[in-house]
């Protein structure tokens, strides 16, 4: 019984040093200082708010003539389901690695616009 527990805690180690897969994303990116989206066709993903999706939201920044643009990326990321008994996009997206930023904006599909009156 101890010999399966030190090989199960060697496989744990092992596997833990191996370079997971990561898969290339292209879709549009949308940040807040709270939260980010990543919209790949019609799949939504929540995307970890971590330093690589900081760093994205800040070159995103550059390319949006609206708060609220969507900008293209291309990124190599991580898909997870999100935890049970959560509210939320379905798949959480992490990003492993910024490949590029498109330097305009996606056009609105809707643009709303306040009158006076």
Known sequence: M?????LAITAL???CGQDVPTTTY???????????????GDEMYAVTMDDMAKELATK???SQNEV?????VVIEALVTPKP????GWDSIITIK????VSPDAVAPDIK?????Q
């Open 2 to 6: 101890k010999n399966l527990f030190y």
């Open 13 to 15: 180690l092992i596997s």
């Open 26 to 40: 292209e879709g549009n990116f949308l940040a807040t200082p709270d939260a980010a989206v990543l919209a790949v």
């Open 60 to 62: 995103v920044k550059a």
């Open 68 to 72: 609220h643009d969507m900008v293209p």
């Open 84 to 87: 049970a008994n959560t509210q």
């Open 97 to 100: 690695k910024i490949v590029s």
């Open 112 to 116: 709303i616009e306040e009158t006076e």
